[in-house]
């Protein structure tokens, strides 16, 4: 139970973190975030879906597969979103 309640206030945290980068930045515009802040922002989502499936998915203790799988999953989610962002500023300017 411990461990759900300190993985549930990390989560929370995170997505209070997200929220408060996605309103601030100087460079940012109504439709556009910086690559930085973007970056920060996907960095924290990773770990919150990664301590959501490690956690509340029960795939801790699964076989190394599976948990591979899933993080290349996130790095390739990672990676897309970061990539379009980039392409969006570059197009911008």
Do not use: N
Not at 36 to 49: E, F, H, N, R, Y
Request: glycine share 10%; proline share 2%.
């Amino acid at each position: 139970m411990r461990t759900a309640i300190l993985v549930w206030l990390i989560a929370t945290s995170t997505t209070i973190l997200s929220l408060v980068l996605a309103l601030v930045g100087e460079e940012r515009t109504a439709t556009m975030l910086g690559l930085v802040p973007a970056t920060i922002i996907m960095a924290v989502g990773s770990l919150k879906a990664w301590l959501i499936l490690r956690y509340y998915l029960g795939l801790g203790p699964s076989a190394g597969g599976w948990r591979g799988l899933f993080v290349a999953f996130l790095i390739v989610i990672f990676a897309g979103v970061l990539a379009a962002q980039g392409a969006v500023i570059v197009s911008s300017h």
